[in-house]
């Protein structure tokens, strides 16, 4: 079965400074990964996938993920964090055997002024 | 393009209850799919409807069910309602079909059951 762990519930940061909010995955077959984030009560929005293809994969907001196939990972980078960028972030992969996201338990961050 | 809506925001409820929740979807997109969200269990999938036709379901009870339209607006309704049911009900659209389409997320219905 497809799984994705982030291992860190909460990652601090100051603002300007870079960011990485990390992901790992476990998959049969190709691995569909995307991250969204979540700002309270909203929905999730989606920042960016990969599927194929370039391993730095660039999204929305300046967020870009970074897809390492011999460590399973697909961390979520940028490089210059913002106030405004503290939120819920969600790590998923798409079962391939259904079409549904299996996701992570999200990482909290927080990014001090 | 206007965005997934889902209706209503908020709802309480109580115990024993039953409760039905609408999501309709990006114009043009024929996939729904539909995710709980609670503080312990994280986002979970409930169901997947594409053409009106269930496709996948996750492991939640029979109490939970759905249904999409002709027009692929989508509903949810959960029966004898459970104090575990509180949670952000999330509805997702996507243009599904073939390749690997992300999914596109509503706002959610807070559901409180009391």
């Known amino acids: 079965a497809q799984s994705v762990a982030q291992p860190e519930d909460q990652v601090n940061v100051a603002e300007g400074n870079p960011l990485t909010v990390k992901c790992t995955y476990s998959v049969s077959g190709n691995p569909y990964l995307f991250w969204y984030v979540q700002y309270p009560n909203r929905g999730l929005q989606f920042l960016l996938k990969y599927i194929t293809g370039d391993n730095l994969v660039k999204g929305s907001y300046g967020f870009e993920a970074e897809f390492n196939k011999s460590q399973t990972s697909f961390h979520l980078k940028k490089p210059s964090a913002l106030v405004s960028d503290s939120a819920l972030y969600f790590c998923a992969v798409r079962d391939n055997d259904f079409q549904k996201l299996v996701f992570g338990t999200g990482t909290r961050l927080l990014v001090s002024p | 393009k206007a965005g997934v809506t889902q209706t209503p925001r908020y709802l309480i409820k109580t115990r024993g209850q039953q409760v039905t929740l609408s999501c309709s979807p990006i114009s043009g997109h024929r996939s729904v799919s539909w995710y709980q969200q609670t503080p312990g269990q994280g986002l979970q999938f409930l169901f997947e409807y594409f053409s009106e036709t269930q496709r996948n379901k996750g492991n939640f009870p029979g109490r939970f069910s759905g249904r999409q339209f002709s027009n692929s607006r989508s509903e949810m309704n959960v029966s004898t309602l459970e104090l575990g049911d509180s949670a952000l009900y999330l509805c997702?659209?996507?243009?599904?079909?073939?390749?690997?389409?992300?999914?596109?997320f509503g706002p959610g219905t807070r559901l409180t059951v009391l």
């Open positions: 997702a659209s996507s243009l599904a079909g073939t390749g690997v389409w992300e999914q596109f």
